[in-house]
């Protein structure tokens, strides 16, 4: 009898362990990621601009988590791009500047480093990335030969909204590995490109990267005139063409389409009936540039280690898994994606990755381990502890440190107040610069 019980019991286990593998392995959860290109810290309405509109960004912020204390890995783009990808400090991986249209053709992200699109590939998903890419212009980096199953966009820092040149006067718009223009303004083909992958895929696990253009420069309206031809080169600075209002207004414009694009990927989720099994992340690759958009308050703009140049706005969003109206104020780093949506999709894990799974903090709360953070560029080095930020810029100038709870401006250099402490933070430094070096020479 006893025997029989136990039969019926492992059989009982048994048929539960496979029902619910078969459950989950359905119930893998889509992942979206949307970036904004050089958005500022307050250029949404719910992160306090009054000026520009973004209805659907506010309710992504509503319906899930709204973060205050989100940094981009680098205060440029290509930098952050490269963190997103390997969830690795960009210094790691060799991309720790802008890789230029001019000057570095030849540089990309090496395709032996593993990309998060590769990883999740691994764990049975489509992989789809519609907009910028930006570590590499040959097509042995193209975004199809680092994981994605479908690319559509532009591998340059920047093109022409409307005839997609760069800014060195090349044909930048590629479907897959191959030049193909084709008619629209970019924030608007993004946005479709990205339905229609939806749309297409909605009956497997997919991933979708949608790095928008907006509002990066150069400033340009869904009417604006197509200012670039191939053989184009950068010639007089466009922002001297436009009155400060004229900028503003075009600026806003750019951020508000960007909005309404996210609305549509949005919309799209909830006809399907996908919108309770896809995570959504949204944040800005850097800070807002000198030009033109609000840092909200922070000292600084886009290539500065002030707070102005990355601390970003950003948002997760997954009905009924991450609770609605929640601010969180954990520091964060983009390189933090790629460990999250692994932990989310149940796949093993990369190893040797900076960045740490949001997972727990995301749907439970539990807070994030102390942990220092780096930011690098340009030989400038910043090192946060806690609320505690130390600047080091050169030999030649003296530490910035800051405490970044009573002075979120970065206004008052407590370095000399605390000289153990810059001490420790400046040694910290030293060694991280050189452990992030070594990785590349190797
Ligand atoms: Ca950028």
Same mark, same amino acid.
């Given at each position: 009898?006893?025997?029989?019980?136990?039969?019926?019991?492992?059989?009982?286990?048994?048929?539960?362990?496979?029902?619910?593998?078969?459950?989950?392995?359905?119930?893998?959860?889509?992942?979206?990621?949307?970036?904004?290109?050089?958005?500022?810290?307050?250029?949404?309405?719910?992160?306090?601009?009054?000026?520009?509109?973004?209805?659907?960004?506010?309710?992504?912020?509503?319906?899930?988590?709204?973060?205050?204390?989100?940094?981009?890995?680098?205060?440029?783009?290509?930098?952050?791009?490269?963190?997103?990808?390997?969830?690795?400090?960009?210094?790691?991986?060799?991309?720790?500047?802008?890789?230029?249209?001019?000057?570095?053709?030849?540089?990309?992200?090496?395709?032996?480093?593993?990309?998060?699109?590769?990883?999740?590939?691994?764990?049975?998903?489509?992989?789809?990335?519609?907009?910028?890419?930006?570590?590499?212009?040959?097509?042995?980096?193209?975004?199809?030969?680092?994981?994605?199953?479908?690319?559509?966009?532009?591998?340059?820092?920047?093109?022409?909204?409307?005839?997609?040149?760069?800014?060195?006067?090349?044909?930048?718009?590629?479907?897959?590995?191959?030049?193909?223009?084709?008619?629209?303004?970019?924030?608007?083909?993004?946005?479709?490109?990205?339905?229609?992958?939806?749309?297409?895929?909605?009956?497997?696990?997919?991933?979708?990267?949608?790095?928008?253009?907006?509002?990066?420069?150069?400033?340009?309206?869904?009417?604006?005139?197509?200012?670039?031809?191939?053989?184009?080169?950068?010639?007089?600075?466009?922002?001297?063409?436009?009155?400060?209002?004229?900028?503003?207004?075009?600026?806003?414009?750019?951020?508000?389409?960007?909005?309404?694009?996210?609305?549509?990927?949005?919309?799209? &989720? =909830?006809?399907?009936?996908?919108? @309770? !099994?896809? /995570?959504?992340?949204?944040?800005? +690759?850097?800070?807002?540039?000198?030009?033109?958009?609000?840092?909200?308050?922070?000292?600084?703009?886009?290539?500065?280690?002030?707070?102005?140049?990355?601390?970003?706005?950003?948002?997760?969003?997954?009905?009924?898994?991450?609770?609605?109206?929640?601010?969180?104020?954990?520091?964060?780093?983009?390189?933090?994606?790629?460990?999250?949506?692994?932990?989310?999709?149940?796949?093993?894990?990369?190893?040797?990755?900076?960045?740490?799974?949001?997972?727990?903090?995301?749907?439970?709360?539990?807070?994030?381990?102390?942990?220092?953070?780096?930011?690098?560029?340009?030989?400038?080095?910043?090192?946060?502890?806690?609320?505690?930020?130390?600047?080091?810029?050169?030999?030649?100038?003296?530490?910035?440190?800051?405490? &970044? =709870?009573?002075?979120?401006?970065? @206004? !008052?250099? /407590?370095?000399?107040?605390?000289? +153990?402490?810059?001490?420790?933070?400046?040694?910290?430094?030293?060694?991280?610069?050189?452990?992030?070096?070594?990785?590349?020479?190797?």
């Amino acid at each position: 009898m006893l025997k029989k019980f136990n039969i019926l019991l492992v059989s009982f286990f048994v048929t539960n362990v496979f029902t619910s593998c078969v459950a989950q392995k359905q119930d893998k959860p889509n992942i979206i990621i949307i970036m904004a290109d050089d958005m500022g810290y307050g250029d949404l309405s719910c992160y306090g601009s009054t000026l520009i509109s973004t209805p659907n960004l506010d309710k992504m912020a509503s319906e899930g988590i709204k973060f205050t204390d989100f940094h981009s890995n680098g205060p440029v783009c290509s930098p952050t791009r490269a963190a997103i990808l390997t969830g690795k400090y960009q210094q790691r991986v060799g991309i720790d500047g802008v890789v230029t249209a001019k000057h570095h053709r030849d540089k990309g992200l090496e395709t032996s480093e593993k990309t998060f699109a590769e990883a999740i590939k691994e764990a049975g998903y489509v992989t789809g990335m519609f907009g910028k890419w930006h570590v590499g212009y040959k097509t042995e980096f193209n975004p199809i030969n680092q994981g994605f199953d479908e690319y559509i966009g532009y591998v340059s820092g920047n093109v022409d909204y409307h005839s997609h040149i760069d800014q060195e006067g090349y044909e930048d718009w590629w479907n897959g590995d191959e030049i193909k223009n084709e008619k629209g303004y970019s924030t608007d083909l993004i946005t479709e490109h990205s339905v229609d992958f939806i749309k297409r895929h909605k009956d497997e696990p997919f991933l979708l990267y949608i790095p928008h253009e907006a509002p990066h420069g150069p400033f340009q309206g869904r009417l604006s005139k197509a200012e670039r031809e191939i053989g184009w080169k950068n010639g007089a600075k466009q922002k001297d063409k436009m009155s400060e209002e004229e900028l503003n207004n075009i600026y806003k414009e750019m951020v508000e389409v960007m909005d309404e694009g996210v609305g549509v990927v949005m919309k799209t &989720l =909830k006809e399907l009936k996908l919108d @309770k !099994n896809t /995570l959504v992340f949204f944040c800005s +690759d850097n800070g807002a540039s000198r030009k033109v958009g609000s840092n909200g308050g922070l000292r600084g703009f886009k290539s500065t280690l002030f707070e102005g140049g990355h601390r970003v706005s950003a948002m997760a969003w997954y009905p009924e898994t991450i609770l609605p109206n929640q601010v969180n104020n954990e520091t964060i780093l983009t390189m933090d994606l790629f460990p999250t949506i692994m932990d989310f999709v149940g796949a093993e894990k990369t190893k040797n990755l900076d960045g740490v799974s949001l997972k727990n903090n995301l749907v439970k709360g539990y807070h994030l381990s102390q942990r220092d953070l780096y930011w690098g560029y340009a030989g400038r080095t910043a090192l946060r502890e806690g609320d505690w930020k130390l600047i080091l810029r050169n030999k030649e100038t003296e530490p910035l440190l800051f405490n &970044l =709870k009573d002075d979120i401006q970065e @206004k !008052n250099n /407590l370095a000399s107040e605390h000289p +153990d402490m810059v001490k420790t933070m400046v040694a910290k430094i030293e060694a991280w610069n050189k452990d992030v070096k070594k990785s590349v020479a190797n």
